[in-house]
């Protein structure tokens, strides 16, 4: 399959070169990352460990592919312009996955783009971008991939079977988004608390206090 990556930073750097294992993939990045992989390839390190030569340019102009799925990896207040960067990508039997955080993504893709082409999902894995060309894998994690089209549903079990094959373990959900309001709230939850009180996640449950705050802010 051929896969373009747009925002190619910590994880879609991740999941382009664990896809790229089997597929031609495309990352498209900001410039100081692109140009360290055009030089010496991406370097994956942490809880995977790889080094992979592929092709990454800083503009969607640049792709020379043509793309049967395009992977939208860039933050939530991007989506629109980002979007907007594929149309000339998308052709007949393109499909483009949102695989972001924030609640509003789809929303903004339907604006600019037929819906029978829009899939969604959600990761629990954890990629630090430690400095150009290279990712840190913090922590493995589950994918979850959905429609909101049910013509879709060949497509996304496709989907899911290339992602697995590529190690990235992927089940396909009913109900997308119900997970993407799952994953706002755990971030929405965890995210101010490790900033307010300078921890890594995990320290959240280690801590009976942060831990007490972590719940009630779920709730």
């Known amino acids: ?43 994956i390190t942490g809880k995977t460990h790889t080094h992979v030569k592929l092709s990454a340019v800083n503009s969607t ?25 594929t ?12 695989l972001q955080n924030g609640l509003d993504n789809i929303e903004k ?16 894995h954890g990629a630090i971008l430690t400095h150009p060309g290279v990712i840190r894998h913090t922590g493995r994690g589950k994918t979850i991939l959905g429609v909101f089209d049910s013509s879709l549903s060949k497509q996304l079990e496709s989907i899911v079977h290339i992602f697995n094959e590529a190690g990235i373990e992927t089940q396909a959900s009913n109900d997308i988004m ?13 995210n101010p608390l490790t900033a307010f009180f300078t921890c890594k996640n995990g320290y959240l449950q280690e801590n009976t206090l942060l831990e007490k705050i972590f719940e009630k802010i779920c709730k």
């Open 1 to 43: 399959m051929n896969i373009v990556i747009v925002g190619a930073g910590a994880i879609g750097s991740l999941f382009g070169a664990l896809l790229a294992k089997k597929n031609t993939v495309v990352l498209v990045g900001r410039t100081p990352h692109i140009k360290a992989i055009q030089r010496n390839g991406l370097n």
């Open 61 to 85: 102009k640049d792709v020379s592919i043509s793309a049967n799925l395009i992977i939208l990896t860039v933050k939530s207040y991007d989506t629109e312009v980002a979007i907007k960067q």
């Open 87 to 98: 149309i000339p990508m998308i052709q007949e039997e393109t499909i483009v996955l949102s």
């Open 109 to 124: 893709m339907k604006h600019i783009i037929d819906k029978n082409r829009i899939l969604a999902g959600v990761t629990t």
């Open 178 to 190: 119900k997970e993407i309001w799952v994953k706002a709230i755990i971030n929405s939850s965890i």
